[in-house]
């Protein structure tokens, strides 16, 4: 068998994006296993950009299968939106993009109680897509799928009940009753559009597999936002890490063969909780400037910090991380000095893992390193870089005991170093 996931390794926003894209031309099927509309992957080709949500990152390689899996949970107005976009670069989809009929729906409920959720104080600071609510429906075991947009009657009967059950919520927060005939209609005409790439994406990936087929699987957000191993309550509600990949598409864990761990060369982070390497300073406000920091989905400003190794140790081990991919090298061009958080100081204890609970109270211990000034835009190897910035690497390697492998120095596709077809292996 022979899968890759691909997975975040800090907060999202990692430019999996960009890697799945790079990627996808090794791969025959790239499926997309959790999250919603949350998220926003950014592909830059040829200096033009595609913002996409739902639509997995492989979608401008024609000859590849893409797969939206059971574990997602899906706006169709978004993912009808996508498909236009894509459709409108002149990219087919016919007979190569499947979304399950078992991703459950985020319905206009769940998005109203979202947003009137985070109206309140101590807020969670989500995207406010419903994405919560939606996973709370599923776990409730009262969700509506993507299947059952093509069964009006079940559908009707679906939806009346749903609302029912958020009514006390809806009155206990102040919101406005929603029109159950009007959500009917708009969704069962989504569900029109859509029929021809409804299908059961658990058999296409695992019958895929069974003729070794090789198959991508697409994470979203980050480790430290997995429901489990994340900073919980500060997380979104799905398992965004690698495990993720098998529940999420339908397929069992025997079809990973390897998991690539994408983490930026420092550290950002959108919405509330707790970031011990956060600078709320003119250096901040350089990494976000130098970054472009700022959210694919919501625009917001990305709270910016160095690197912390503690996140990174765990992504290691919660996904059993085969190797690091690490984006925006060229960010940190033009700093003298750089600061890698090695551990946490808490009561006197080192931790060299995340604490349970107490994360808001800890110190990072540091430890500087060289900066460099160089443009490493150009460079396609890691021989290629300065001294400092290979330096900087070989640390990542020492401090988390996980080979760097991909190193991204710029947006664009063509701004990569150390690419090799996954699915073999380096040295291979
Ligand atoms: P939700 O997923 O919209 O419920 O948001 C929960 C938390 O996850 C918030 O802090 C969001 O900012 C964060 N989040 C969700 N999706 C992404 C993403 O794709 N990138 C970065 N942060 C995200």
């Known amino acids: 068998m022979s899968g890759i996931v691909i997975v975040g390794a800090q907060w999202g926003d990692e430019g999996k994006g960009k890697i799945v894209d790079l990627i996808a031309p090794y791969a025959e099927l790239v499926v997309r296993y959790a999250g919603g509309a949350n998220a926003g992957h950014t592909l830059v080709v040829g200096g033009e950009q595609l913002i996409l949500h739902l639509v997995p990152s492989g979608i401008l390689h024609e000859d590849k299968h893409c797969l939206i899996g059971q574990g997602t949970v899906i706006d169709p107005h978004v993912l009808l939106e996508e498909i236009r976009l894509v459709q409108e670069k002149g990219v087919t989809l016919t007979n190569r993009f499947t979304v399950s009929e078992r991703a459950h729906l985020v ?40 299947g059952d947009l093509l069964r009006p009657e079940t559908f009707r009967a679906k939806l009346q009940a749903n609302l029912e059950a958020w009514q006390p ?80 598409s339908g397929v069992g864990p025997t079809a990973i063969s390897g998991v690539i761990g994408i983490a930026k060369a420092y550290t950002t982070r959108v919405g509330g ?13 350089k990494l976000r400037d130098a970054g472009a920091e700022f ?42 000095e750089l600061q890698i958080c090695v551990a946490y100081e808490l009561d006197g204890k080192r931790y060299e893992v995340p604490p349970y609970g107490d994360f808001d109270r800890v110190t ?65």
């Open 273 to 285: 909780g707790p970031f011990p390497t956060e600078l709320q300073d003119a250096t901040g406000n």
């Open 107 to 146: 319905l206009p409920q769940h998005k109203a109680i979202d947003a009137l959720r985070e109206a309140r104080q101590g807020a969670i600071g989500t995207t406010k897509r419903g994405i919560g609510p939606a996973y709370e429906d599923k776990a409730g075991r009262r969700g509506l799928r993507i």
């Open 169 to 248: 919520v809806f009155e206990a927060l102040g919101g406005t009753p929603l029109d159950p005939e009007a959500i009917i209609k708009d969704y069962l005409a989504t569900g029109e559009q859509l029929a021809s790439f409804i299908g059961e994406v658990g058999s296409v990936v695992g019958d895929a597999l069974a003729k070794d087929a090789r198959v991508l699987f697409e994470g979203a957000q980050g480790t430290m936002l997995d429901i489990d191993s994340g900073t919980y309550p500060f997380v979104t509600s799905s398992n965004a890490v690698a495990g993720g990949a098998t529940t999420g």
């Open 295 to 336: 959210g694919a989905t919501t625009g917001r400003p990305r709270r910016c910090g160095w690197l912390d190794i503690v996140p990174l140790r765990l992504a290691v081990r919660a996904n059993g991380l085969t190797e690091l991919a690490i984006t925006k090298l060229d960010v940190l061009t033009g700093f003298a």
């Open 364 to 428: 990072p211990i540091y430890e500087s390193v060289e900066g460099w000034t160089e443009d490493i835009r150009n460079c396609r190897h890691r021989a290629d870089l300065p001294d400092a910035a290979r330096h900087y690497l070989d640390r990542i390697e020492a401090l988390t005991k996980c080979p760097v492998g991909i190193v991204s120095v710029g947006p664009d596709r063509e701004e990569t170093a150390e690419l090799v077809d996954p699915f073999i292996g380096r040295g291979a």
